[in-house]
Structures are given as C-alpha cells and as structure tokens.
C-alpha cells in the first residue's frame, strides 16, 4: 500500500493567499484526520472525518480553515486567507473504524506564510 | 476523558546507554496505548501498541514497552541507544470512540 499520501510537501505563500492542503488516505480506511503541528504548541488535531463526514472540527482555529471530504479517496484542507501564525507541518491520518486500530499519517505539507 | 502525559520533553542519552522514556496515562476504560516515533523532517510512525494482549509489547528497532495498570503507565525502553534513534517520540492513547490523545512528545538525543 502506499500509505497516506499528502501534497504539497512544502508550500511558501504570501500573507492573504489561499492554501489548498491535499491528502489521499489509506484505501479502506474509513477515518481521516488532520493535525496541526508546531514548536508552540505541539501536535493537535483539527478536524476528523468518518465515512467522509465531518465528526469534530472544534480544533479548527478559526472560520479562515476548512475541510472536505467529496469522497473516500480524497481530503482538502484549505486556509484562507492565511496568516503568517499558520506556518506549521499540516498533517493528515487515516484509520480503520475498529477500536484500538493504528493511525497511519502521511509525511506532512510544511507551509510557510510570509 | 483519555489523556497522556510523558515527563520530560528532553531526554539525553549516551549512545549505548539504557532508553527509557515516560508516559503515564488517564482512562476511564481499558485503553489502547501507542508509541510513535517522529524522526526530523518526516510523519509519525508507529514503534509498537497495545491493545490488551500481553503486558510487555515489543516493537521496532529493538523498542519494547510495558503495560502496567497499577501504575497508569506505558513507559517506552530500549536497552541500548542507537544514534539513529534520535528522534520525537509521541505516546498515544485511544477510546472505542477511535479518538487518540497524543502526549507532547520527549525529543531523545543520544550523545556519541
């Protein structure tokens, strides 16, 4: 399998932009998450999906993030307009539904806002 | 609630040297506990788990750790540090509700 895959890897933006994050779990995994890691503050999550639906984003900083899910395949989080504060490694995970069962992460979109 | 706690952001080793990294825990149910390892500039991945099977849980690259109920904790060890074990390493803990709690991580340095 090739594991959660994540893109950009690495991502510079201007202060105002918009950042689309991409992430495409694991094949069959049912849940997906996103985190957030920083110096600060550490790893914290975001938002998490089951079955595509959104379960708890009460994570998400503030109404400038978002985060879909269209299908099983597939998940964006977005920022806009981004901050300087968002520079941070986002990184997605994804999960079977049994209880006790391991989260994979992908290798992490490293975003820079200038 | 489910939550973590691993003492010491910082631990220092001598290459050769005994690891033993921390975690103690809070669940109100039998918990499933996991040690993740982050090396610089990559994902977390998982060293090893336990889900209620045996008590002592051996993982990857000679890291093993042991459940103790009495004592709420899950403390990571190796016997012998290896430069490349110099990393982050995060302790976790899941609910049947499937959330995890990370702990915030001990960065272990191993000193030649």
């Known amino acids: 399998d090739a594991g959660v895959i994540q893109s950009p890897r690495h991502e510079v933006t201007e202060m105002g932009q918009e950042v689309t994050l991409r992430c495409k779990p694991i094949?069959?995994?049912?849940?997906l998450f996103w985190y957030r890691q920083t110096m600060m503050r550490g790893l914290e999550l975001l938002i998490y999906f089951n079955n595509n639906v959104p379960i708890d984003d009460s994570g998400m900083p503030e109404d400038r993030f978002s985060a879909k899910m269209p299908n099983a395949s597939f998940s964006t989080l977005k920022i806009q307009p981004s901050e300087p504060r968002d520079s941070a490694v986002y990184f997605c995970a994804s999960s079977f539904t049994v209880s006790g069962n391991t989260i994979y992460f992908g290798e992490g979109s490293w975003l820079t806002v200038v | 609630a489910q939550s973590v706690t691993q003492l010491g952001s910082h631990v220092s080793v001598s290459e050769g040297a005994l690891v033993l990294l921390r975690c103690n825990y809070s669940?109100?149910?039998?918990?499933?506990l996991f040690w993740y390892v982050q090396y610089p500039n990559q994902g977390l991945q998982l060293l090893l788990k336990y889900t209620s099977a045996a008590t002592l849980v051996k993982g990857i690259n000679g890291f093993e750790a042991e459940f103790k109920k009495s004592e709420t904790s899950f403390h990571l060890t190796k016997p012998s540090a290896h430069m490349s074990d110099a990393a982050e390493y995060f302790c976790a803990v899941s609910d049947p509700g499937n959330q995890f709690y990370f702990g915030t991580g001990t960065s272990l340095t191993v000193i030649p």
């Open positions: 094949s069959g995994h049912d849940y």
């Open positions: 669940s109100s149910v039998p918990p499933y």
